[in-house]
């Protein structure tokens, strides 16, 4: 299984970007597929995840109304992140869950890729 983030990169703040994950390998579809981010000195932050069937989905908290997660019914899954603020600057990193339920903590995760930098300026 090979997991690839794009689609990051440098934006004003209050505009908007659409990562990508896109994946290898035939078992894709039936794992839930989650967005962690990561920033110099802390640690990888849970973004949102969605289940197999893309019928559950769970954003952070602090991210809700700004950002959402989506997924075709190839390989792919999306994270729209909208209003973007420099605090959102970090390495975004998308996984694969271990099982079909999406899950909010690195450990419920087995594969990664291997991240894609967004960098919101003010």
């Known amino acids: 299984v090979q997991l690839q983030g794009s689609g990051g990169g440098l934006v004003q703040a209050g505009g908007s970007l659409r990562l990508s994950c896109l994946a290898s390998?035939?078992?894709?579809?039936?794992?839930?597929i989650g967005w962690f981010r990561q920033t110099p000195g802390k640690e990888r932050e849970f973004v949102a995840s969605?289940?197999?069937?893309?019928?559950?989905t769970y954003v952070a908290d602090s991210l809700k109304g700004r950002f959402t997660i989506s997924r075709d019914t190839k390989n792919t899954v999306y994270l729209q992140m909208n209003s973007l603020k420099p605090e959102d600057t970090a390495v975004y990193f998308c996984?694969?869950?271990?099982?079909?339920?999406?899950?909010?903590?690195?450990?419920?995760?087995?594969?990664w890729g291997k991240g894609t930098l967004v960098t919101v300026s003010s």
């Open positions: 996984a694969r869950g271990r099982s079909s339920w999406p899950q909010m903590v690195p450990n419920e995760y087995d594969y």
């Open positions: 969605i289940s197999w069937s893309g019928g559950s």
């Open positions: 390998g035939r078992t894709f579809a039936s794992y839930a």
